[in-house]
């Protein structure tokens, strides 16, 4: 049990450093706190900034969702600087979705899916036997690979296609509708990018990280019995 809440725990880790601790400090910070956007911004941006330096001299590697992260922030930061347009502070959000969309789309293309850091714990359950079928798909199993790449692109899709229709809502929809619309759309996305994702990636990579588990586990007994 103990192995198993482990394991659970260092795939969690990065999910919740990298996201969670940024996005519930800007919150946090700007709401709880009262502070301005700017400022939430800033400080919400020092871990981030952290992991991201702190991978590059030490790991030799850049620590892609805290990089992502911090992006998103300074987006956020430059965007928060242009005040005065009601229509713009709107679309302003969806800027935010733009820039992780690409960002998770680049990631696919250079070989290296964003978005398996938040798939995996779910996939893998903190389980050790499932830790290591994954390690063996994504080393020996082309399908499994192109699952995982299309889970990430799925959500690349699905964010900037968010984001299309924010801005053209921000600017054709009039404010007071458009303030309680946005977050409708937000969440039909998301919705939307479950359904899809699902469908499309992390069903079949759950089926297929089964069997492995199993075979592995089959593999196991029979080197048993032989000795």
């Known amino acids: 049990m ?6 659970k725990r260092a795939n969690l880790a990065p999910l919740v450093v990298d996201v969670a601790v940024p996005i519930g400090a800007y919150y946090l910070l700007r709401n709880g706190l009262g502070m301005s956007t700017l400022m939430a911004l800033g400080l919400s941006s020092v871990v981030p900034a952290v992991r991201t330096v702190w991978s590059v ?13 911090l992006v998103v922030n300074v987006v956020g930061l430059l965007l928060s600087l242009v005040a005065g347009d009601p229509r713009l502070m709107l679309a302003k959000d969806s800027g935010v979705s733009s820039v992780i969309g690409i960002g998770v789309l680049v990631s696919v293309a250079m070989g290296k899916p964003l978005m398996t850091a938040g798939m995996k714990p779910w996939l893998v ?4 036997e499932r830790e290591a079928a994954w390690a063996r798909l994504q080393a020996g199993s082309a399908d499994f690979r192109r699952a995982e ?4 692109v799925v959500w690349g899709v699905i964010l900037l296609t968010e984001c ?15 303030v309680w619309l946005g977050s409708v759309i937000m969440v039909v996305a998301m919705t939307l990018g479950f359904l899809v994702s699902g469908a499309l990636a992390a069903g079949p990579m759950a089926g297929m990280l089964i069997a492995e588990t199993k075979a592995g586990a089959d593999r196991k007994r029979e080197v048993a019995l032989a000795l």
Request: aromatic residues 4%; charged residues 20%; glycine residues 8%.
């Open 57 to 69: 001299v030490k790991e030799r590697t850049v620590n892609g969702l805290a990089a992502l992260i």
């Open 149 to 152: 790449r299309r889970f990430s």
């Open 125 to 128: 359950k903190g389980i050790a």
């Open 164 to 178: 299309v229709v924010r801005v053209v809502g921000a600017y054709t929809v009039p404010v007071d509708t458009m």
């Open 2 to 7: 103990t192995t198993k809440t482990n394991s």
